[in-house]
């Protein structure tokens, strides 16, 4: 799995316990353990959402199948700050 530079700090920003849960969620969905992910429609379809708590994290699959984890943020505004990469 991948991540961004901006999930890298947003991280690094988050309380301890929300951390971990968020690494948690990741690392279950790149073992292919079931979570809460959900494909994104739109302007973003192409991407999905991994629901921890309140926060979301955006990923998708690169050109060789791995995770890339491209965006964290809360729920109230992760879509509405989100910008796919060129």
Do not use: N
């Amino acid at each position: 799995m991948k991540f961004s530079d901006q999930v890298v700090a947003a991280l690094k920003d988050l309380h301890p316990g929300v951390r971990k849960d968020i690494r948690r969620a990741l690392v279950d969905v790149a073992g292919g353990k079931k979570r809460d992910v959900g494909a994104l429609t739109g302007e973003l379809a192409g991407f999905w959402r991994l629901r921890v708590g309140k926060c979301r994290v955006v990923l998708r699959r690169d050109k060789t199948g791995e995770i890339v984890a491209e965006f964290l943020g809360p729920r109230k505004t992760v879509y509405r700050s989100f910008r796919p990469p060129s």
